[in-house]
C-alpha cells in the first residue's frame, strides 16, 4: 500500500489540488492563530498549509514521504511553516491531549485498523478540541469519483458513533456532494461528514478520561 501511495504521488502535479477541502474551509471560524492542530494522512498537504496560512502550528502526517516532500515544497511556496511527520497513522505512536484540533479528510483504513485510529484522534485533542473529518460513505462504491473500491474501507455515521462512544457529534451527515479537488477526487460522490468534540471534564471531576 505504501509503494501505492508513494508511486500515486510521485506523478508530476498535486493528486487532489492545493486548495483546501469544502468541508473543512467551510469551519474556517474555527480555526484561529496559536491553535495546535493535527492533520491525519495529509497528503500532500493542502489542507495542513492553508490552516498554517491561517496562523495555526501545523502537524501533517502521512506514510508517503513522496506525499510529504509536496507538502512541504507548498508550505515552503507559500510562506508559511508545516511539521511533518512520515509515519504509518495505524502503528504512530500518538500524541495525547496536545492538539486544539485533528483534521481527517478522506483517511481510509481496514475497519480493524479505522477503529484504532479514530480512538487515537480522539484521544490526541485536548478537552475542548474539536476533530473535523470527512469520508466516503459505503454508498460512494457506486461512484467513480475517487476513494477506495474496497467497501470494508467506506464507512457511515452508526459506524463513526460506535467507533467514538465518549465524543461530543456536534455535526453528523451522510451526504451527496460534487467532488472537484484536483484530477484525485472529480464528480459526485457519497461521503459521511462529522463536527465532533471531545467534552471538557466536569466541574470538580479529577483524573483523565
Known amino acids: 500500500m505504501k509503494e501505492f501511495w508513494d508511486n500515486r504521488f510521485a506523478a508530476g502535479g498535486?493528486?487532489?489540488?492545493?486548495?483546501?477541502?469544502?468541508?473543512?474551509?467551510?469551519?474556517?471560524?474555527l480555526y484561529r492563530p496559536g491553535q495546535r492542530v493535527l492533520c491525519v494522512g495529509d497528503g500532500e498537504g493542502r489542507n495542513g498549509v492553508w490552516l498554517a496560512g491561517r496562523g495555526l502550528e501545523v502537524t501533517s502526517v502521512d506514510f508517503s514521504r513522496q506525499a510529504?516532500?509536496?507538502?512541504?515544497?507548498?508550505?515552503?511556496?507559500?510562506?508559511?511553516?508545516?511539521?511533518?511527520v512520515c509515519a504509518d497513522v495505524a502503528g504512530w505512536d500518538w500524541p495525547r491531549e496536545r492538539f486544539d484540533h485533528v483534521v481527517s479528510i478522506f483517511l481510509h483504513l481496514p475497519p480493524e485498523q479505522r477503529r484504532r485510529v479514530h480512538e487515537a484522534m480522539f484521544r490526541a485533542l485536548k478537552p475542548g478540541g474539536w476533530l473535523l473529518l470527512e469520508a466516503f460513505h459505503p454508498e460512494q462504491i457506486?461512484?467513480?469519483?475517487?476513494?477506495?473500491?474496497?467497501?470494508a474501507m467506506l464507512y457511515g455515521s452508526v459506524t463513526l458513533r460506535e467507533d467514538l462512544v465518549d465524543a461530543e457529534f456536534r455535526e453528523l451527515a451522510e451526504v451527496a456532494v460534487h467532488l472537484?479537488?484536483?484530477?484525485?477526487?472529480?464528480?459526485r460522490a457519497a461521503v459521511t461528514r462529522a463536527l465532533i468534540r471531545r467534552p471538557e471534564p466536569a466541574p470538580g471531576a479529577s483524573g483523565k478520561p
Open 14 to 29: 498535486y493528486v487532489y489540488g492545493t486548495a483546501p477541502n469544502a468541508y473543512l474551509l467551510a469551519h474556517h471560524a
Open 68 to 84: 510529504l516532500d509536496k507538502a512541504e515544497a507548498l508550505a515552503q511556496h507559500r510562506g508559511v511553516v508545516l511539521h511533518t
Open 142 to 151: 457506486h461512484y467513480h469519483s475517487g476513494g477506495p473500491r474496497d467497501v
Open 180 to 187: 472537484d479537488e484536483g484530477p484525485g477526487h472529480q464528480g
